[in-house]
């Protein structure tokens, strides 16, 4: 059971350039997350998923976009790449079930760094 | 919004002793209070969560203790191990989503 697994693990961008990162889960989950941690921050909310075509902004959704178009993916996208947002970014999944709904599973991480 | 508060920042202790992580949340709708473990180079793990209708947890031997009405909750780590060093992050959660504090970077010396 692989869990949640998020490519690629490291990339250095330019500025003004565009990448996407992977995010995958196996465990039939509805609920996706990314967030990006910077050091003595914590974790920050990008975007957020409840299902398959439904998304929504977290606390820090500017410079990101994101898609939902089956249960299993939920990529992020940064259209013109700023050295703010080098960062470490977690892709996190849950049940929708009630109980099980804030308890997460997360990724391995994916380190950018914008030069 | 929720705003969590985590203290200390790091936290050295010798093989053994006992450790504890404390935090404080502004929201008082806020039911839901789990601790994540993160090992370096990894994502953060689930290791013990609290919900608002019990004052303590235990799991071996870490325990989580919540006090509703000073909106505070500790995570205590008792005889700790050199495998026990990792970033912790406490979180809260009500109606809207977790939010994190910023971390506990927890060193456990031999």
């Known amino acids: 059971n692989a869990g949640v697994t998020q490519t690629p693990k490291f990339r250095i961008l330019k500025i003004g350039q565009s990448m996407t990162l992977q995010c995958t889960q196996d465990?039939?989950?509805?609920?996706m997350y990314w967030y990006r941690q910077d050091p003595g921050m914590g974790l920050k909310l990008i975007y957020y998923?409840?299902?398959?075509?439904?998304?929504d902004k977290g606390e820090v959704p500017n410079g990101y976009n994101v898609s939902r178009s089956t249960t299993e993916d939920f990529p992020l996208r940064l259209e013109l790449a700023a050295p703010s947002q080098t960062s470490v970014y977690f892709c996190?999944?849950?049940?929708?079930?009630?109980?099980?709904?804030?308890?997460?599973?997360f990724g391995a991480g994916s380190r950018l760094t914008v030069l | 919004g929720e705003n969590v508060e985590q203290h200390p920042s790091t936290l050295s202790v010798q093989e053994g002793d006992s450790a504890v992580i404390k935090c404080t949340y502004s929201?008082?709708?806020?039911?839901?209070f789990p601790w994540y473990k993160q090992e370096l180079g990894k994502g953060p793990q689930l290791i013990i969560d609290?919900?608002?209708?019990?004052g303590e947890k235990k799991d071996q031997r870490i325990a989580v203790t919540l006090n509703k009405t000073a909106k505070h909750f500790s995570l205590h780590i008792t005889e700790t191990q050199p495998e026990d060093s990792a970033v912790y992050f406490c979180?809260?959660?009500?109606?809207?989503?977790?939010?994190f504090g910023t971390g506990t970077r927890l060193l456990v010396s031999p």
């Open positions: 929201d008082s709708a806020s039911n839901y």
């Open positions: 998923s409840v299902g398959a075509g439904i998304t």
């Open positions: 465990m039939n989950h509805n609920y």
């Open positions: 979180a809260a959660s009500g109606f809207q989503k977790l939010v």
């Open positions: 996190a999944s849950s049940s929708d079930r009630e109980i099980q709904a804030n308890v997460l599973t």
């Open positions: 609290i919900r608002s209708n019990v």
